[in-house]
């Protein structure tokens, strides 16, 4: 059974490109979390969905930054117009369903030079 | 409201113990614990969901105090792979929309 997938695992842009993060969740598993976390800090919330709804983005900039979860195909973490400050590791993470454990992905390190 | 840590980090001997605090000036829900090694992603450990509870396997456990709002692991005759970041995460409200405040964390290192 594969655990989360998330793609790229690194991720090099200018600034002002555009961003695209790709989160596949567990199977069977309809929840999907993204958290950002700085270097040597720890995980913040940033937005959780359902297949095609999105619940609760209140940890997410409302500039810039917009998620995704299609009915087919994974979750899309989008970010526009980057900045060097956007420059993280992007963790996605799964449920079965609310107040279950979650299980994260391998996470997208993202650079922004 | 984030959870708070302690301690902030700690050294340890391999086969020592070693306990990490979780509190929260608000109300605790139910308390994720994870584990981080550097470059990796956050592992899940246990999940308490009533006061009172208590988990544990492998020598790692928690146990989970509603009415101080505290939660504590305990890692006991502490191995190498042991070492990383411990995270503990609250839902951050009652209602429980799935969304997890994570405290700032607490590194642990063993050394043989």
């Known amino acids: 059974n594969a655990g989360v997938m998330q793609n790229p695992r690194h991720l090099v842009r200018r600034r002002g490109q555009e961003a695209r993060l790709r989160c596949s969740p567990m199977k069977g598993h309809s929840h999907v979390y993204w958290y950002r976390q700085l270097p040597e800090e720890g995980l913040k919330f940033m937005v959780y969905?359902?297949?095609?709804?999105?619940?609760?983005e209140s940890g997410m900039p409302k500039e810039r930054f917009s998620a995704e979860f299609p009915k087919e195909g994974p979750s899309i973490l989008r970010i526009q117009q980057v900045v060097r400050g956007d420059s993280a590791a992007y963790f996605c993470?799964?449920?079965?369903?609310?107040?279950?454990?979650?299980?994260f992905g391998p996470g997208t390190r993202l650079t922004v030079l | 409201q984030q959870p708070v840590q302690s301690p902030q980090a700690v050294i340890l001997r391999e086969g020592e113990d070693a306990v990490i605090n979780c509190s929260s000036s608000k109300a605790l829900y139910s308390v994720h614990w994870y584990r981080q090694k550097h470059g990796e992603a956050p592992v899940f450990l246990m999940i308490l969901l009533k006061g009172g509870e208590q988990k544990g396997h492998d020598k790692i456990s928690a146990s989970f105090n509603e009415k101080k709002q505290q939660s504590s692991l305990y890692l006991t005759a502490s191995q190498l792979s042991y070492s990383g970041t411990y995270f503990c995460?609250?839902?951050?409200?009652?209602?429980?929309?799935?969304?997890?405040?994570f405290g700032q964390g607490t590194t642990l290192q063993v050394k043989p």
């Open positions: 969905l359902q297949k095609e709804n999105i619940i609760d």
């Open positions: 993470a799964s449920s079965p369903g609310t107040g279950n454990e979650q299980f």
């Open positions: 995460g609250t839902p951050s409200g009652r209602s429980n929309t799935g969304k997890l405040i």
